[in-house]
Structure formats: C-alpha cells, structure tokens
T-cell receptor
Framework: GNSVTQMEGPVTLSEEAFLTINCTYT??????LFWYVQYPGEGLQLLLKATKADDKGSNKGFEATYRKETTSFHLEKGSVQVSDSAVYFCALSDLQGGYNKLIFGAGTRLAVHP | DTGVSQDPRHKITKRGQNVTFRCDPI?????LYWYRQTLGQGPEFLTYFQNEAQLEKSRLLSDRFSAERPKGSFSTLEIQRTEQGDSAMYLC?????????????FGPGTRLTVL
C-alpha cells in the first residue's frame, strides 16, 4: 500500500543553519505531496504542497520539489530560525477510491537553538 | 472563517467509559475527516464523510467507534467502552471538493487519556 518514510529526528540545528528533512514515498498512481507543520500546542498546518512531478512547493522560506524518479519530496530551508522549531510531517494524498485521505510519515522534530 | 474547531480539547476518562468528541468544520466545506495520532507518530486516517454520507472507515476503527455527521455540518466521534490503547490525539480535518480538493484544514485536536 501507499506509505511515507521520513528521516528520524530530532534534528538539532543552530540558528541560520541549512535544513534538510528527507521524505520518500511509495504510491501507485500520481499522488499529491504535502509538508505539514505542528508547532508546540497547536494543530497541523499545511506548509507547502506539490501536485505533480517536478513541481516545487514553497512557503515561508521552505521549499520541496516533487521528484518522481527518486520518489522523494525533501524539505529544505536555507536559514532556519528559532521560531521554526516544530514537528514536520510529510504526507501524500491517497487518491484511491476517488477521495483524498492523507497518509503521513512519522514526523521529524526540529529544534533550532540561538 | 474561524477554522476547524474541536471540543473538548482534552478528555480524561476511566477505562470502560464512553466518550464523544465534536468537530465543527469550516462552514463551506463538504468533506470531513477523522484521524488519530499517537505519541511520536503521524496521524492515521480513521473515517471520512462527504456531506452526511460516511464513505469509508479504516480497519483501525473498531466496532467500539462510531462517527456521524447528521446534517452534513458538524460531526461526532464516539468511543464506547474505552481502552487504554485508545489514548491518543483525535484530529478532525475538512476540505472543499472539488475546489481545493487536495487541501485539508485541521482542527487543534482532542487529546484523550484513558486511565
């Protein structure tokens, strides 16, 4: 079945460091791909998305490119801030059955220190 | 637009008791989803409604779980005879199909603790 695998955390970085969180997926068909972020004490928020191969999603300095050939959707940011500390979830939209339940990875906790 | 709301935010109950959670989706959204998130894991799909019709239930949703969306607006999720393994965060999300069909907006969740 469809699945998402993320790099294990926690990821600990100093402010202004470069961030990469790896995400790979297994899916039949052509799913949409998402990154959600969960800040402490808050609900999941959509960070960015890509709906087809080679699309790049971007938001708040974060980017991810839908790579069909490597089945990957890695999250990157050039310079992280303390306020980026959160748990990041990669997800795909399962289009089987004609609707779009989301399948999530286990999440990667990011801690950014001053 | 106040977003997706869930009530209560926290629920502590004793094993064997019944609990009910409520989700109010974004007003124009016709799709509503329930997910469960256990500690250290990503959310897992439980069930899905389009308007008032429940179109799929995950195998994770045992017979002790029931969900309704009687008028196609708010939804309730009931767990009967709770077990310690039911302790988790229960998340609700909504979306508008076909416009924005791939974007789900999540509520803050209801954290259930079964003692």
């Amino acid at each position: 079945g469809n699945s998402v695998t993320q790099m294990e955390g926690p990821v600990t970085l100093s402010e202004e460091a470069f961030l990469t969180i790896n995400c790979t997926y297994t899916a039949t068909g052509y799913p949409s791909l998402f990154w959600y972020v969960q800040y402490p004490g808050e609900g999941l928020q959509l960070l960015l998305k890509a709906t087809k191969a080679d699309d790049k999603g971007s938001n708040k300095g974060f980017e991810a490119t839908y790579r069909k050939e490597t089945t990957s959707f890695h999250l990157e940011k050039g310079s992280v801030q303390v306020s980026d500390s959160a748990v990041y979830f990669c997800a795909l939209s399962d289009l089987q059955g004609g609707y779009n339940k989301l399948i999530f990875g286990a999440g990667t906790r990011l801690a950014v220190h001053p | 637009d106040t977003g997706v709301s869930q009530d209560p935010r926290h629920k502590i109950t004793k094993r064997g008791q019944n609990v009910t959670f409520r989700c109010d989706p974004i007003s124009e959204h016709n799709r509503l989803y329930w997910y469960r998130q256990t500690l250290g894991q990503g959310p897992e799909f439980l069930t899905y409604f389009q308007n008032e019709a429940q179109l799929e239930k995950s195998r994770l949703l045992s017979d002790r779980f029931s969900a309704e969306r009687p008028k196609g607006s708010f939804s309730t999720l009931e767990i009967q005879r709770t077990e310690q393994g039911d302790s988790a965060m229960y998340l609700c999300a909504s979306s508008n199909y076909p416009a924005g069909s791939n974007e789900q907006f999540f509520g803050p969740g209801t954290r259930l603790t079964v003692l």
